[in-house]
């Protein structure tokens, strides 16, 4: 009974691989929906129709319906460079309406790119991923992620209500 699938990267990757037999036997295709800069919200990124496109290339191109996971996403706190913009309260706020905007579009599983971070390099993205501090001490994320994930637990999608830019309510 295991849902089997891969992780195929860019579009044009994922086509020829379709092509080519490779989803042959598979149930389901794992995504990675970052933000295009790792800054800015989801809304603004155009995060549901960027997985509305994406199922719709896999379908199309596969002939048939698979489920759509998400092993990945996050947001980056380092505290210099370029996506030093992000602070813990956004990372926190950014997951959970990535969540519930990925739950929105019916993806499976649901998981943040990495629960700790190394912290070794204040510019570097790929260091403040994560849910707790180095020191284990937990970040604004942790809680806001869990409490998402309980909400969310049974519960189902009935809609959107649009009040304007940036501003909704799902």
């Not at 044009?12 to 389901?28: L, P, Q, W």
């Not at 929906?33 to 379908?59: A, C, W």
Request: hydrophobic content about 35%.
């Amino acid at each position: 009974d295991a849902i089997v699938g891969p992780s195929l990267g860019p579009n044009n990757y994922v086509v020829s691989v379709i092509k080519a037999g490779g989803m042959e036997g598979m149930d389901m295709m794992s995504v990675h929906p970052y933000s295009n800069n790792f800054t800015g919200s989801p809304e603004s990124n155009g995060l549901r129709q960027r997985i509305r496109d994406y199922h719709k290339m896999v379908k199309d191109n596969l002939g048939r319906d698979i489920f759509l996971y998400a092993t990945e996403f996050g947001w980056p706190t380092p505290p210099e460079g370029p996506s030093a913009g992000n602070t813990e309260t956004i990372q926190a706020q950014y997951t959970v309406r990535e969540t519930i905007e990925l739950y929105a579009e019916n993806v499976r599983g649901i998981t943040p790119y990495c629960l700790g971070q190394d912290e070794a390099d204040r510019a570097d993205r790929e260091h403040y991923f994560g849910l707790v501090r180095k020191n284990l001490e937990p970040k604004p994320v942790l809680l806001a992620y869990a409490n998402a994930g309980r909400l969310l637990e049974g519960s189902a999608f009935v809609g959107d209500i649009w009040i304007s830019k940036d501003v909704g309510a799902m």
